[in-house]
């Protein structure tokens, strides 16, 4: 017993600290076990062969159909368009609209798939994205709760309940509960939101979203951009492209675009923009926008006899005589690079931006600092949001990359367009087909095998487009922690820990009847994963919580729905659930942000829950 709370110790306070991967904790502990003689590999390795981790694994793939054949947004930038420009419709829809997508597949894959949609949206109705991103996230979670398949820690209350003799839940079981979670929510985030505002409000007056200009201020772009203008006839640059002239190796210069003349019209704009591809020849009279150290452009401007502008003179008769950042044929947009991306420290240049996706890196935003130079030898992070400058095909184009980062910040009709694949309504019929399974008692097929049929179905008929594809659609650090932490359940019931702990909780709590020991078990649960992961949290709490319903002779289903419930209404931290974390970048939050909503919204989600749940599932 003590062998196992050590290594359970342990665990938790490296689970805690986050400098090791989640699943690589895991399998060290599983490791521990087995070397400490706790467990025999058959017990350490069961997690793996585990019906709840593999259907874990058909749910990715299923989920990978659903987004892959654009049939998911298709849904939900249709519906989200009845917002229009009030910010109240727009508010409740994110909220009931994300939670409904939630209920079948991945809450990260939810909100990778809503965000560019409802920042977009956000900006078209003058609406700060500040105020709908938290409930995004929420929202994923809390239409988790609504299905069998919408969260790991359903699954893992299931698959416990019925590995002890109980009946198993049933799809929609969680349907009540996941109703009332919403509700609660809408009811508190639609004023508790407002203070997320505020700061907007005092500092510019609205809180409107970022127009392409100010998102270009707001990282101090322009502060760093200079002009020169090809003037004379003998420069050196004349007939060369940007590649000839190497001057990002040669001067640390960034060439941001390019403006010519398109000849003279009083009625239309004379002046062509465009970025300096590789093969773009360089001409008399074009005028290069350039970014990087004064004396470093100064120095090329000298080597190239190139005119270097100042802010009082016109670059090309007719225009403007600012150094500005305009968007006539080129747009900028913002990138958030994804916790599973392969970008991930790796350098802008080892990215190849130019190269791949014909677009310029202006900076990088880190938190809360705004990196702007030297960004091609910068190694990208897990969360850093970078402002993209490109033609408006070009950064479309960069969102078949939505494993590695979400676009944000194009224009509305850019990010509600979707590539529906002919196969979407095989995706859909397939999905459909796989919920009938899994609800209809009388069809004599396991939920696993529903699950795995299905998942099946998606690659055979091209809606996962290969069998690679379907891997990568996978979340394997998700399903390595789930299989590699099962086991630990088994020690803590094969050495008396779950018992212990479950007598002692019985002993402080039980006399006063189901009720307190039920908000007991939810208020552990709801401490232990702010600090851990949802699903760690579940597959600890489970037995601990049936150990104690059995012990006071009640039904264990409502302290499995607490458990549940509590796992997965986690809003106080930005680490606590991958939604959290997606959105505190892109939404500019700080941890405190989520104290301060977050925080309240789960205690309050406690206290109905004590309450809810034994009406529902009497004791």
């Known amino acids: ?3 196992t709370l050590i290594i359970l110790l342990v665990s938790a306070i490296f689970f805690v600290s986050g400098k090791v991967r989640s699943d690589l904790v895991a399998i060290c502990a599983l490791l521990a076990l087995l070397l400490c003689q706790i467990l025999n590999p058959s017990e350490a390795l069961s997690g793996f062969s585990n019906t709840t981790v593999i259907m874990m694994v058909g749910l990715f793939i299923v989920g990978g159909g659903i987004f892959q054949t654009g049939l998911a947004k298709m849904i939900g930038s249709k519906v989200m368009t009845l917002a229009g420009k009030s910010e109240l419709r727009l508010f409740l829809l994110v909220m009931i609209v994300t939670s409904a997508i939630g209920m079948f597949v991945s809450n990260t894959g939810t909100v990778a798939l809503m965000l560019p949609i409802v ?7 003058g609406t700060s994205p500040r105020r709908l991103l938290m409930p995004l996230a929420f929202a994923s979670s809390m239409g988790g709760m609504m299905t069998l398949i919408g969260t790991p820690p359903n699954l893992i209350v299931s698959d416990t309940l019925s590995s002890s003799g109980f009946a198993p839940l049933g799809f929609f079981s969680f349907l009540p509960v996941g109703i009332i979670t919403l509700a609660v929510g809408i009811l508190y985030l639609l004023p508790a939101t407002k203070m997320l505002t505020a700061k907007d409000s005092t500092k ?5 979203g970022k127009s392409l200009k100010e998102l270009v201020k707001e990282y101090g772009v322009t502060e760093n951009l200079f002009r020169v203008h090809i003037k004379d006839s003998a420069s050196k640059a004349i007939g060369c492209t940007v590649v000839d002239l190497n001057i990002y190796r040669e001067y640390g210069i960034n060439v941001l675009e390019l403006r010519r003349s398109a000849g003279q019209n009083r009625f239309v704009r004379t002046v062509n923009q465009q970025l300096a591809s590789p093969d773009l020849v360089l001409g008399q009279g074009d005028v290069l926008y350039l970014s990087g150290k004064p004396e470093m452009i100064t120095k090329f401007a000298d080597d190239y006899t190139l005119r270097l502008l100042d802010i009082h003179t016109d670059e090309i008769e007719g225009s403007s005589s600012n150094a500005s950042m305009d968007f006539f044929d080129i747009g900028v947009a913002e990138i958030l690079i994804m916790p599973t991306s392969s970008m991930i420290n790796r350098t802008i240049i080892q990215a190849g931006f130019r190269s791949k996706f014909n677009v310029n890196v202006l900076g990088i935003r880190r938190k809360q600092e705004y990196i702007l130079k030297e960004l091609g030898e910068v190694k990208m992070h897990d969360g850093d949001v970078l402002l993209v400058q490109g033609a408006w095909k070009d950064i479309a184009r960069m969102k078949n990359e939505s494993d590695n980062w979400v676009v944000l910040g194009e224009p509305l009709q850019e990010a509600a367009k979707v590539t529906l694949d002919y196969k979407a309504p095989i995706a859909a019929a397939i999905m459909i087909g796989m919920i009938v399974m899994m609800v209809v008692e009388s069809i004599p097929v396991a939920p696993v095998t529903s699950v795995l049929v299905a998942a099946v179905l998606m690659v055979i008929t091209g809606c996962v487009r290969s069998v690679e594809a379907a891997y990568k659609t996978i979340n394997w650090q998700t399903i390595v922690l789930f299989a590699a932490m099962l086991p630990m359940s088994i020690a803590l019931e094969k050495t008396g820990v779950s018992n212990m702990i479950a007598d002692g909780i019985v002993n402080g709590l039980g006399g006063s009847g189901p009720r307190l020991l039920l908000a007991g078990i939810y208020a552990a649960t709801s401490v232990m994963t ?15 919580a049936l150990q104690c319903a059995m012990q006071i002779g009640v039904s264990p289903v409502p302290f499995m729905f607490a458990v549940t419930v509590a796992a997965s209404m986690c809003f106080a931290s930005p680490f606590s659930t991958p939604p959290n974390a997606l959105v505190m970048s892109a939404g500019q939050y700080t941890f405190m942000d989520y104290v301060k909503v977050g925080l309240p919204l789960q205690i309050l989600m406690g206290v ?7 009406l529902l599932f009497p004791f």
Do not use: E
Request: charged letters at 5%; a neutral charge; aromatic letters at 6%.
């Open 204 to 208: 510019d007056g609205n809180q409107k």
């Open 608 to 614: 109905v829950m004590v309450f809810a749940l034994p």
């Open 530 to 544: 702010i600090f851990i992961s949802n699903t760690v949290t579940a597959v600890l709490m489970a037995p601990i």
């Open 1 to 3: 017993m003590i062998a």
């Open 119 to 125: 920042v977009s949206m956000a900006a078209a109705a």
